[in-house]
């Protein structure tokens, strides 16, 4: 069974940094295009970033610039750096699978950014 482990969040001023982590058990790692999500209150989960398998990224318009995203295949890790923090980015942030079928989903890491 894959297992989707998130840490890394946090509670930061505008205008700062947060790292985020994903480990990812139970499956080949390196094969799989990956994504970070992120849920806002009240609000639908939303694709942020993601990655192929060869490393090539994409993100939504609204954090180009800002972050980026990486992975480890070795540690079979995938992170999100996340600079210039907005009150916008507020969320629960999980990774997973890019594509459909999703893995199960994990607990997620809050993110919180004060003004």
């Known amino acids: 069974q894959v297992q989707l482990v998130e840490s890394g969040g946090g509670q930061v001023q505008a205008g700062g940094s947060l790292g985020l982590s994903c480990v990812q058990s139970g499956s080949i790692f390196s094969i799989n295009a990956m994504a970070w999500y992120r849920q806002a209150p009240g609000k639908q989960r939303e694709l942020v970033a993601s990655i192929t398998s060869g490393g090539t990224t994409n993100y939504v318009d609204s954090v180009k610039g800002r972050f980026t995203i990486s992975r480890d295949n070795a540690r079979n890790t995938l992170y999100l750096q996340m600079n210039s923090l907005k009150t916008e980015d507020t969320a629960v942030y999980y990774c997973?699978?890019?594509?459909?079928?999703?893995?199960?989903w994990g607990q997620g890491t809050q993110v919180t950014v004060s003004s």
């Open positions: 997973n699978r890019n594509n459909r079928p999703y893995y199960g």
